[in-house]
């Protein structure tokens, strides 16, 4: 374990060996890309560049919690989409996979901030897709004028959006078809010899670029491969765990991981223009493929698609990127040299997919199709800095306590407040990636808490109980999960509670449970905070608080305070209360605060102001968090 915490460090510390910078290059990429297009690229196209450069800069905002990154975006967004979710400059009947990938954007705005217009312009995007012209065994067109033509980059135009737009609208029995287009297009592109997949298919055979035997282009195209790469661990992320295609797409993924390695460069870790020709005159190495490939097999790695080995594969191609393709710019800014400006087949003029056509088009500096894959990898590789540290624990949020529903606007029934998959104020989304950043496995109880379920659990987290106004039945915390939990915590559990004000959370029951550990709070209600004068919410950290290293200042609202005695003993005080308390019970840990705190309204940068510092309080927690956990056990 040493030795892997240490090789995620070595890449880490080689930002500051390329160049001395304060900021991580993928904030500092990121400084590049709203520099130099402000608001828009591409002369106010819908299109796809567009896509992959916002998809990076929610990765960044997601790892800093800086609402400038939301911001951009969501102005990004309403620069085509209306208040009736029209999208300007998009066609429908174009049947362009490529028009697709902003959808993700779309999907992401609705989430947050539920305004409608998003959902029904991502709306539109799936009727596309609906009657988007396929060939016989059901695969996608890339586009209406390329008849019976399937390329490896619709994979990532389409594919992803699909499968979100199905998890978060409840569509089942799109997953058929979403793992369908990964299969078939392995099946006839993929080279038996090296793994590679070729760039496109044309089911016809008749195409001038395309093999007259197996409808094939001529080459395997480096960003090619990569868009396929990506589309597969993006896709994996909304797909269903037991659905039976499943498997076959990891085992793709694992068959395409094996063959990127292959032909990585051995001296630089990075990749060609045309994979398998890195000997042949005038082949280059490519900066876009490189860092799809670097994002595909990180994050492939870090989320278990891939064996954790393929880290290493990822971290030396990153380096290889940091050491050829970067560029110190101007105001902690970056750039991004050596990335293809296009590639494509057919068209006027005609596109033959030769070797020599490859190398004929022009490699140019921050292309928003490198820029927006350098920024996807950046953020990758950064996220491994910590996460051989809780590798193979698991933290449990309970979800039978805290049992609130909603009509979601399908009209089913869905859980709500406080959970890991929730964007919106409510959701504890932001929290949760602070805890992937560690390489805990999330998980959630829906049941009663008892010891084998527990058993299961490292960390388990109790967020406001209900109490009737929220759910008119709820499931109070009763003699057998006091029993299972306090003796969960003796065996070395880490408990989280984040209770709420009087009036809006349970305490008797609750408070059976805290007893256990010389915890009561109080029914009370303090840092009532008017309108938006948020500085009634600030309580002040004291330096050398034994949790809070680096916050020093957060916003608390409306939150109970705690009595204390043996064992517990105060973590937080402000103005003589105890805000903030933990216990060590047998080989475990409590702690406890009197207000859910952690939910995105109040980590995510979008609502306070920039001096409070939630975001930065909650990784202390988890930091701390790790280090409560006994050495070497695993319940």
Not at 437 to 460: C, H, I, M, R, S
Not at 509 to 522: E, V
Request: glycine share 8%.
């Amino acid at each position: 374990m040493r030795k892997f915490i240490y090789s995620c460090l070595v890449v880490c510390c080689c930002f500051t060996q390329l160049h001395a910078q304060q900021k991580p290059l993928s904030q500092q990429m990121a400084a590049t890309t709203m520099t130099i297009w402000k608001d828009s690229m591409g002369g106010g196209r819908w299109m796809y560049d567009q896509g992959v450069v916002l998809k990076g800069i929610e990765g960044v905002w997601m790892q800093t919690a800086d609402a400038q990154y939301f911001k951009y975006i969501q102005r990004s967004m309403d620069r085509f989409v209306t208040a009736d979710g029209t999208i300007q400059t998009y066609k429908a009947e174009d049947y362009n996979l490529d028009n697709v990938l902003c959808g993700r954007s779309l999907l992401m705005l609705y989430k947050v901030l539920g305004a409608d217009k998003y959902r029904k312009a991502a709306a539109l995007l799936r009727e596309q897709l609906k009657t988007q012209p396929r060939v016989p065994e059901g695969g996608f067109w890339h586009k209406k004028k390329y008849t019976n033509q399937m390329w490896l980059d619709g994979l990532y135009m389409a594919e992803p959006f699909y499968a979100e737009y199905a998890a978060t609208f409840h569509e089942d029995a799109a997953f058929d078809d979403i793992a369908n287009q990964f299969i078939l297009m392995e099946q006839h592109a993929r080279d038996p010899k090296t793994g590679l997949l070729y760039h496109a298919w044309d089911q016809t055979k008749t195409e001038r670029w395309a093999d007259p035997n197996t409808g094939l282009s001529k080459n395997f195209w480096g960003r090619a491969m990569g868009w396929y790469a990506m589309a597969l661990v993006d896709v994996l992320d909304n797909f269903p765990a037991h659905h039976p295609k499943r498997a076959q797409l990891l085992a793709i993924l694992n068959r395409l991981a094996i063959a990127i390695q292959k032909y990585q460069d051995p001296k630089n870790g990075l990749w060609y223009q045309v994979l398998d020709k890195a000997t042949s005159k005038g082949n280059y190495q490519e900066a876009s493929a490189s860092c799809m490939f670097v994002y595909a097999l990180a994050k492939g790695a870090r989320c278990g698609y891939l064996p954790s080995s393929y880290l290493e594969v990822a971290k030396k191609g990153y380096q290889g990127i940091m050491g050829k393709f970067i560029e110190t710019g101007s105001n902690d800014m970056v750039n991004l040299n050596g990335t293809v400006s296009v590639a494509g087949l057919g068209g006027k003029p005609y596109r033959d997919g030769s070797y020599e056509y490859y190398l004929s088009e022009k490699v140019v500096q921050n292309d928003p199709k490198g820029v927006g894959a350098f920024l996807l990898a950046s953020v990758e590789v950064e996220r491994l800095a910590h996460i051989g540290e809780a590798k193979g624990k698991t933290v449990l949020l309970d979800s039978y306590f805290n049992s609130e529903t909603r009509k979601d606007v399908t009209g089913k029934i869905i859980p709500f407040h406080y959970k890991w998959d929730e964007l919106s104020n409510n959701g504890f989304s932001l929290f949760g990636h602070i805890f992937d950043n560690y390489g805990f496995k999330k998980a959630t109880l829906e049941q009663a808490p008892d010891a084998a379920n527990l058993k299961k659990a490292d960390v388990f987290i109790i967020v406001d109980p209900d109490i009737p106004k929220e759910n008119p039945n709820p499931n109070y915390i009763e003699a057998p999960h006091v029993k299972a939990i306090s003796e969960w915590v003796k065996d070395g559990g880490v408990l989280l509670v984040f209770n709420n004000d009087t009036g809006n959370a349970e305490f008797n029951h609750l408070n059976k449970l805290m007893a256990k550990f010389g915890m009561q709070f109080n029914l009370n209600s303090r840092n009532h905070v008017e309108g938006s004068q948020f500085e009634q919410g600030a309580i002040m950290i004291p330096a050398n608080n034994q949790i809070f290293k680096e916050a020093r200042k957060i916003y608390v609202k409306e939150i109970s305070t705690l009595n204390l005695t043996a064992p517990a003993k105060p973590a937080l005080e402000d103005k003589g209360d105890v805000i903030i308390a933990v216990a060590k019970y047998g080989k475990g840990t409590v702690f406890a605060v009197g207000d859910p705190w952690f939910y995105n309204e109040y980590l995510d940068g979008r609502k306070l102001p920039p001096s409070f510092e939630n975001f930065t309080a909650a990784n202390d927690l988890v930091k701390w968090v790790v280090k409560q956990l006994p050495a070497g056990n695993k319940k």
